[in-house]
């Protein structure tokens, strides 16, 4: 996953598809996009990395909107169906 401070969502998704696509190979690409308004720190600045890890991609604990890496290459709003199917192995990415 990789999480991108955006607060007023202007990051463009069919934009930021092209150039992972273009940049990075397959293997490389996170399989999800995560719009933050700021990213969690300690006070000493240093990233809160287990609080993220245990959020993961549950869209039920988190606010935060969610996109996944969809197999034609573009990054799409997750829903909670597609969450649902992902938690019961009746959908794949």
Do not use: C, W
């Not at 996953?1 to 990051?11: E, G, N, T």
């Not at 993961?56 to 988190?62: G, Q, V």
Request: hydrophobic content about 40%; proline content about 5%.
């Amino acid at each position: 996953m990789a999480a991108i401070v955006d607060p007023d969502r202007k990051v463009d998704m069919q934009h930021l598809s092209a150039g992972v696509r273009g940049s990075l190979p397959a293997y490389a690409r996170p399989l999800f996009v995560r719009l933050m308004n700021d990213i969690p720190r300690t006070a000493t600045f240093k990233l809160k990395k287990i609080e993220l890890s245990r959020e993961a991609f549950d869209i039920r604990r988190i606010k935060d909107p969610i996109y996944y890496l969809n197999k034609d290459g573009i990054y799409r709003l997750l829903s909670e169906k597609q969450f649902e199917d992902l938690l019961q192995g009746k959908a794949g990415l």
